[in-house]
């Protein structure tokens, strides 16, 4: 069973940091590409950042230069840094890795960001 756990929401002021993990098994983590989507109630999933087996990543342009997507492959984890945080970053986040033909999506984590 693929499991993807997040952890580290919550709330935050404008300005403010948060830092996001998602764990997996090393056999989901290993050799694929790790994404972070966000959600706001109503609205389709937006993809936030993503990072390869190789290190190299890709950001939405409304988070570029302020989110840090990483990963740590000893601990089959995925982490997003989120700085200068603003009230629009208010969403639910979830992880996400794609198995050939099957998604899979962590629980969501909620980030609320006072202004």
């Known amino acids: 069973q693929v499991q993807l756990v997040e952890s580290g929401g919550g709330l935050a002021q404008a300005g403010g940091s948060l830092r996001l993990s998602c764990a997996t098994s090393g056999s989901i983590f290993s050799g694929n590409a790790m994404c972070w989507f966000r959600q706001t109630l109503g609205k389709q999933r937006e993809l936030v950042a993503t990072?390869?087996?190789?290190?190299?990543?890709n950001y939405a342009d409304s988070v570029k230069d302020r989110f840090t997507i990483s990963r740590d492959n000893a601990k089959n984890t995925v982490y997003l840094q989120m700085n200068s945080l603003k009230p629009e970053d208010t969403r639910v986040y979830y992880c996400?890795?794609?198995?050939?033909?099957?998604?899979?999506w962590g629980q969501g984590t909620q980030v609320t960001v006072s202004s």
């Open positions: 996400y890795v794609n198995l050939g033909p099957f998604n899979y």
């Open positions: 990072v390869r087996s190789d290190g190299s990543t």
